[in-house]
């Protein structure tokens, strides 16, 4: 497993941690509200200077971050080239791209420790009817470190397919991929196990 806060500092990285995350949870509203194409395309440019602003490598590192994106880019442009409305998939595509690099940019200068505080801190006062926030803490710490693991060994599988195949990487990948992933899976719980569980 990894880290996803980038090792360059940045003057976000000394932000609060709630600041961030709300300040996300707000612009992503209001990109929901926007349906111009050209503001939105505004937007995603100025999230792209702040990208930049740090340096080159902070750049590129968070560009690559968002290569997972592209299955989901083709799919809708594809679709909206058929039906023929390419401006609403040029909005669906610019509204995804912006509120996703917007997220990531807070994951690469929030440390994962400040966001599950401030996560417990909000799920706190639902311990009365049951709900036991470590559970849901321990989910979401998992679900962020281990999904850009998975992205890069659907990679890996898909460039080893290459490596020995003229074709294309097809559903054959799948299955591999998928006990890649359980093993993952099992790594995962013995650790937890190791450590007293979901009840320490």
Same mark, same amino acid.
């Given at each position: 497993?990894? /880290?996803?806060?980038?090792?360059?500092?940045?003057?976000?990285?000394?932000?609060?941690?709630?600041?961030?995350?709300?300040?996300?949870?707000?612009?992503?509203?209001? @990109?929901? @509200?926007?349906?111009? #194409?050209?503001?939105?395309?505004?937007?995603?440019?100025?999230?792209?200077?702040?990208?930049?602003?740090?340096?080159?490598?902070?750049?590129?590192?968070?560009?690559?971050?968002?290569?997972?994106?592209?299955?989901?880019?083709?799919?809708?442009?594809?679709?909206?080239?058929? #039906?023929? /409305?390419?401006?609403?998939?040029?909005?669906?595509?610019?509204?995804?791209?912006?509120?996703?690099?917007?997220?990531?940019?807070?994951?690469?200068? $929030?440390?994962?420790?400040?966001?599950?505080?401030?996560?417990?801190? #909000?799920?706190?006062?639902?311990?009365?009817?049951?709900?036991?926030?470590?559970?849901?803490? #321990?989910?979401?710490? &998992?679900?962020?470190?281990?999904?850009?693991?998975?992205?890069?060994?659907?990679?890996? @599988? /898909?460039?080893?397919?290459?490596?020995?195949?003229?074709?294309?990487? /097809?559903?054959?990948?799948?299955?591999?991929? $998928?006990?890649?992933? &359980?093993?993952? $899976?099992?790594?995962?719980?013995?650790?937890?196990?190791?450590?007293?569980?979901?009840?320490?």
């Amino acid at each position: 497993m990894i /880290s996803l806060t980038s090792p360059i500092r940045t003057k976000a990285h000394d932000w609060p941690a709630s600041f961030k995350l709300g300040s996300l949870c707000i612009t992503t509203a209001l @990109l929901f @509200l926007i349906e111009d #194409i050209w503001v939105l395309i505004s937007v995603f440019t100025l999230v792209m200077l702040t990208y930049a602003l740090p340096g080159k490598v902070f750049f590129l590192n968070g560009l690559r971050q968002l290569r997972m994106l592209w299955p989901f880019i083709l799919i809708v442009g594809i679709w909206h080239v058929w #039906i023929g /409305s390419f401006v609403d998939g040029g909005v669906i595509v610019v509204r995804l791209v912006s509120a996703v690099a917007l997220a990531n940019l807070v994951t690469m200068t $929030t440390k994962l420790s400040d966001m599950i505080d401030v996560i417990s801190v #909000i799920l706190r006062p639902l311990h009365a009817l049951g709900l036991k926030p470590k559970v849901v803490e #321990i989910a979401i710490a &998992l679900v962020i470190r281990l999904t850009p693991v998975l992205v890069n060994k659907g990679s890996q @599988l /898909s460039d080893a397919w290459r490596a020995r195949s003229e074709r294309a990487p /097809s559903w054959r990948i799948i299955l591999p991929f $998928t006990i890649l992933a &359980l093993d993952d $899976t099992d790594h995962v719980a013995d650790a937890l196990k190791a450590r007293g569980g979901l009840e320490s």
